[in-house]
């Protein structure tokens, strides 16, 4: 008998040098995306597709219960639709006159409550921030009910002082009128307390020098307070102009969007549409529409008063 050959085995060959050392630092580089990974689906179910499918969705319309593509009909129809004219001058309105005022009271009050005059600040401020943690449906359904023409408090009051009542919810102008009103009163303490924020960080050697100077009251403020205040303005105005934009709650709560559609704004609309109608195309294409505008505003706003930052 033969003998058995020798069972050779192979060895393993060595790493690389440096390998080992790699592959720790690529799982390194690797780590903050699966940390992130998660954030990153949830945004992209329930954000990025949502926005897609409304794209989508916009270049469809309804004929006889059914979904059929249409192009970009609906972005026509809107070019030739009097209530889709009427619902934007109607939120334009708002834009130009209660948006304005409405800083120009929380600039005031922001200056007011950072006064070394005023005793018990804290107690003010969050006195005016309050009416910015009512809930939206809550403080409409309270404004309607003051409001109200034949049992409302404020029309008692007018009653008492010897006035007459005052159709604040039924008449066109005073329902805009009282649709101004209860935005101011729910919004300017917010925009208030950012102004103050703001205003706290402008250096006291600033006024200190302005009175050093001899600058007065309006002086002080024009020179001094408005120029540390312009990157607040510019957030607040931002953010007041897509509110105003988006805004459907309270037109929604007092008034429905009239009378005569005197309160008729685009978030408004797009419900009607979409949950009344159910355009839901029709709806998307307001929907895309709105986003266009709040995009192209909000690039003036930055392009007027950023580069005075």
Do not use: C
Not at 67 to 77: C, K, S, V
């Amino acid at each position: 008998m033969t003998a058995a050959a020798p069972i050779r085995t192979r060895t393993p060959a060595a790493p690389a040098p440096g390998a080992a050392a790699r592959r720790p630092r690529s799982r390194r580089r690797l780590a903050p995306y699966l940390f992130v990974l998660p954030a990153l689906l949830l945004f992209a179910a329930f954000k990025l597709y949502p926005i897609g499918s409304s794209f989508v969705l916009s270049l469809h319309t309804t004929v006889g219960g059914k979904e059929t593509f249409a192009g970009a009909d609906n972005y026509t129809r809107l070019l030739h639709d009097p209530l889709f004219w009427t619902a934007l001058k109607n939120t334009a309105v708002v834009l130009l006159v209660q948006v304005p005022l409405m800083l120009a009271l929380a600039t005031g009050l922001a200056v007011a409550l950072n006064s070394r005059l005023l005793y018990g600040r804290s107690v003010f401020r969050l006195g005016f921030f309050l009416p910015m943690v009512t809930g939206l449906v809550a403080y409409g359904i309270a404004f309607s009910v003051l409001l109200n023409k034949d049992y409302g408090l404020v029309n008692w009051v007018l009653g008492l002082a010897g006035l007459d009542a005052v159709p604040w919810l039924t008449d066109p102008l005073w329902a805009r009128i009282s649709l101004g009103l209860a935005l101011t009163w729910h919004y300017t303490g917010y925009n208030a307390v950012i102004l103050l924020a703001r205003l706290q960080t402008v250096p006291a050697e600033l006024y200190d020098a302005a009175a050093v100077d001899g600058a007065g009251a309006w002086q002080t403020f024009r020179h001094v307070t408005l120029p540390g205040l312009r990157p607040a303005l510019l957030l607040t105005t931002v953010l007041s102009t897509i509110g105003t934009l988006q805004l459907f709650d309270e037109p929604f709560v007092l008034t429905g969007g009239g009378p005569d559609n005197a309160t008729l704004t685009i978030g408004v609309y797009l419900y009607q549409n979409a949950f009344k109608y159910f355009d839901f195309g029709y709806a998307s294409a307001i929907a895309y529409a709105l986003a266009v505008l709040i995009g192209i505003l909000g690039l003036i706003q930055f392009r007027i008063l950023g580069e005075k930052t």
